[in-house]
């Protein structure tokens, strides 16, 4: 079956303490992003990969950081997370980088920092 | 900035009532996406609209993209329990932006 899939669906943690939520896709898609969503917010992109190697800052990249070592996987990393970090964070990928492109998205991760 | 305001932000109907909702910009976008998100899953794409004026059919729900191509509708006739999500538009141009979504419940 076709889909994006994240780990863990739920994280607590706290404050300073290094965390990596994983995000694979088995569809061979070029790109993949990761979203975070918050209440009157919507989702606002936060890094995205157009392939292997590349990566590029979205609208609110501090205190994240992502790699794309392999096509199917784009982990991402908050080294010293905050409360403000607090929020649902989605991985998405498609197949092209054409912004009409359809998007999967994971199931998400539900992060909270104490 | 691009932005992409919805309206209603909320919208609680019955049963086989019909409603609307809007996508609005002052920015003009190459495509928009309507994606439907259920409670702890992500959004799923329901169209991608290109072209100033089209209208597109998803049995129940109509989709339209202004003449301008600046703003979107979706119109939900006889809602059903099974409409209830977030709805959220997405306008492309260099990048995709999200707009801040309508949460619709449908009660039986």
């Known amino acids: 079956e076709a889909q994006v899939t994240q780990n863990p669906r739920y994280l607590i943690t706290v404050t300073g303490k290094k965390l990596t939520v994983t995000c694979s896709q088995n569809?061979?898609?070029?790109?993949m992003s990761w979203y975070r969503q918050d209440p009157g917010l919507g989702l606002r992109q936060i890094y995205y990969?157009?392939?292997?190697?590349?990566?590029d800052k979205g609208d609110v990249p501090e205190g994240y950081k992502v790699s794309r070592k392999e096509k199917r996987n784009f982990p991402l990393i908050l080294e010293s997370p905050s409360p403000n970090q607090t929020s649902l964070y989605f991985c998405?990928?498609?197949?092209?980088?054409?912004?009409?492109?359809?998007?999967?998205f994971g199931s998400g991760t539900q992060l909270s920092v104490l | 900035t691009q932005l992409l305001e919805q309206s209603p932000q909320f919208l609680s109907i019955q049963e086989g009532e019909n409603l609307t909702v809007y996508c609005n910009s002052s920015?003009?976008?190459?495509?928009l996406q309507w994606y439907r998100q259920e409670p702890g899953e992500g959004p799923v794409l329901l169209v991608t609209?290109?072209?100033?004026?089209e209208v597109k059919k998803l049995k129940r729900l109509t989709f339209q993209f202004g003449d301008a191509r600046k703003d979107s509708s979706l119109h939900i006739t006889a809602a059903q329990t099974g409409d209830t999500g977030l709805y959220l538009c997405?306008?492309?141009?260099?990048?995709?932006?999200f707009g801040t979504g309508t949460r619709l419940q449908v009660f039986p």
């Open positions: 998405a990928s498609s197949l092209g980088t054409a912004t009409n492109e359809k998007l999967f």
């Open positions: 569809m061979n898609h070029e790109y």
């Open positions: 990969s157009m392939n292997v190697e590349v990566t």
């Open positions: 920015s003009v976008f190459s495509s």
């Open positions: 609209v290109v072209t100033g004026g």
């Open positions: 997405a306008g492309g141009t260099d990048k995709l932006i």
